[in-house]
């Protein structure tokens, strides 16, 4: 069993319509059929929403996500049409607020690794492929990849594993030339942010992107090379051959297993509030891969 701990009831703002609760995220149609898409402080991990928040989170993302899709345009378009926060809405969506384009969205996580670790190495240590591509011989967690590679995994539902899947399962269910554009802009944009982040002393690992159709063009939407949707290290800390310190929720899930904690993440039960002090540790880290990727001190 997995899912909201406790699902919170979504904000009624006149002249917006509530069309979904994500694990961090809450969507809202507007009177112009344009999405307003509200970045919450909730923290998911090992499939669960957590009842406890890291606050200020969701400003975090939604402002890393803004600063990555400036540097991209002239590779794909994305749908922020603005920041507004619309009329009647809490003063708290202030920072936190993309109101963007309604695309027809792909049902494909568009995965980019330039580095093996997690699922990928998982899958590595079995078959030595990652999605069904052939890698070489004596990689370990943490290696660099000869070049990076597109792993796609179909979208889950809250509660749910994304699963990986090769890429002509891709092909099939979005047909043969949209496969091959999602490929290269997904390597593109992450060959863009892997140059750009490693410059400021962070590795990209690997990264997901979603794509959606707007007319006859695709544009990235959602969140862009956030923590939440990317492994970034500390480049000055890389060493292959063991797991690599990281600017995610990792200090969540080290505390959600340790005995500390008290929770078994194969029972049934949902798992606890967090101590203040991950809490703490964990708005730190993102704060901090804000900062190094920006230059830019967060308030």
């Not at 995965?111 to 670790?117: C, H, I, M, P, Q």
């Not at 190495?121 to 011989?137: D, F, K, M, S």
């Not at 690992?205 to 970034?232: H, I, N, Q, Y």
């Amino acid at each position: 069993m997995s899912g909201f701990v406790e699902k919170p009831e979504p904000v009624e703002v006149p002249g917006l319509v509530h069309l979904h609760t994500g694990k961090v995220r809450d969507l809202y149609r507007d009177e112009h059929g344009n999405l307003v898409m509200v970045a919450s402080d909730r923290m998911s991990a090992y499939d669960w929403v957590l009842p406890t928040e890291i606050p200020g989170k969701g400003r975090i993302l939604t402002q890393l996500s803004l600063w990555w899709f400036d540097r991209l345009t002239d590779l794909v378009p994305n749908h922020v049409i603005s920041t507004d926060v619309p009329a009647g809405a809490p003063a708290d969506w202030a920072g936190r607020t993309l109101v963007c384009r309604s695309l027809d969205m792909l049902p494909v996580e568009c995965v980019a690794r330039g580095y093996l670790t997690g699922s990928g190495l998982a899958e590595y240590r079995q078959t030595r492929t990652v999605c069904g591509l052939a890698l070489p011989e004596g990689l370990e967690d943490g290696s660099e990849l000869p070049s990076p590679i597109f792993t796609p995994a179909t979208k889950a539902e809250v509660g749910e594993h994304d699963e990986n899947v090769p890429y002509e399962e891709v092909a099939r269910r979005v047909g043969a030339e949209t496969a091959a554009q999602l490929r290269q802009l997904t390597l593109a944009v992450y060959g863009r942010a892997r140059d750009i982040a490693r410059d400021r002393g962070i590795i990209v690992a690997d990264t997901k992107f979603e794509f959606g159709f707007g007319g006859r063009d695709l544009v990235l939407a959602d969140e862009v090379l956030t923590p939440d949707s990317s492994r970034f290290w500390p480049a000055e800390e890389w060493q292959p051959g063991r797991a690599q310190p990281s600017y995610d929720k990792q200090f969540v899930r080290d505390w959600l297993t340790s005995p500390e904690s008290g929770w078994d993440r194969d029972g049934e039960l949902p798992p606890p509030e967090l101590p203040a002090e991950v809490v703490d540790r964990t708005h730190a880290k993102y704060a901090e891969a804000y900062e190094r990727l920006t230059g830019t001190r967060w308030a």
